[in-house]
């Protein structure tokens, strides 16, 4: 069935609405970062750039690395944008745009994201890298969604009894990483762990700077949270809807953090820019060796 202008959305020049991407301009390994700059801090290991695209907070770059063809784009703050940028990823490779139809053959995406986060557990050094195993997402985004039988409603149960959680905030939606692509990052040089995904930096991260919270105990409930034997380890703002769009739209998808606070301790990172370097540095080694 033909998908109708006001879906589809492409740009005179037919490149999809709010990446400005052409479809031969995408790789089939993504990574994804919050910061545009860190587009280029990426993209600078490259052998070769194909393309730079960049309209709004949304920048890419596709080159290649020792053969391996990648994008790196950059997807701003938040799981809002997280929809925008999967969903125009997906119909990148998947919807032909010349008929505005889905393709009989899907591309399974490899999707990356090299971000930043704040640990919950005081024992998680400021610098340290994390894989995310699981995400918990308290962004609402995957519930707009059906086919989410994958959710792990166990442990989203637990979250809620165990912390009280009120019934005005939405319920928090559990989602686990791909599991070919956590085990790629099994080493010493990551710690994994379980990473809650919030719908802001301040507030819905337990920040107080004037205003009071609605919950002032629950960063410490979080951080007592315990789901058979399993903690929640680290605050960030997009895993949960990554891991669930990916799983939605069949792709596979991990999430690393360069962990640069530790909100237990009231700690941050010396030198955020050299974690982050270094976590761009052993990400690539890894998948593109
Ligand atoms: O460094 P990035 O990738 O943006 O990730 C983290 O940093 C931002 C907040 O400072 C949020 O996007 C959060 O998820
Ligand atoms: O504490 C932090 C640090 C980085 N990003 C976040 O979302 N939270």
Do not use: W
């Amino acid at each position: 069935m033909e998908i109708k202008d006001s879906e589809l959305i492409l740009n005179p020049d037919g490149s999809i609405y709010h990446l400005n991407l052409l479809p031969h301009q995408l790789a089939d390994t993504i990574i994804t970062v919050g910061d545009p700059d860190r587009v280029d801090a990426v993209s600078k290991y490259f052998d070769e750039i194909e393309f730079k695209v960049h309209k709004r907070e949304f920048k890419t770059h596709t080159g290649s690395l020792n053969g391996k063809r990648i994008s790196v784009i950059s997807t701003g703050i938040g799981t809002d944008n997280i929809d925008i940028v999967f969903n125009e990823l997906d119909a990148l490779k998947n919807i032909d745009f010349e008929t505005r139809t889905v393709k009989k053959e899907l591309t399974s995406l490899e999707i990356i994201r090299i971000g930043t986060s704040g640990a919950i557990q005081p024992e998680i050094e400021i610098d340290s890298f994390l894989v995310s195993e699981k995400a918990i997402g308290f962004d609402n985004l995957l519930h707009f969604y059906g086919d989410t039988s994958f959710l792990e409603e166990d442990f989203s149960e637990a979250f809620v009894s165990q912390t009280n959680l009120n019934s005005k905030k939405s319920k928090p939606y559990v989602v686990s990483a791909d599991e070919k692509l956590l085990k790629k990052f099994f080493s010493e040089k990551f710690r994994q762990g379980i990473t809650a995904t919030n719908v802001g930096f301040y507030g819905p991260q337990g920040r107080v700077l004037r205003l009071k919270l609605e919950d002032g105990k629950m960063n410490n409930k979080i951080q007592n949270f315990n789901f058979k034997g399993k903690k929640i380890t680290n605050l960030e703002m997009e895993t949960s809807g990554i891991y669930g769009m990916a799983r939605l739209l069949g792709h596979r998808a991990i999430s690393l953090n360069a962990i640069l606070a530790n909100r237990a301790n009231g700690t941050f990172s010396k030198n955020p820019e050299k974690t982050i370097e270094s976590l761009i540095k052993s990400t690539l080694e890894i998948i593109a060796k």
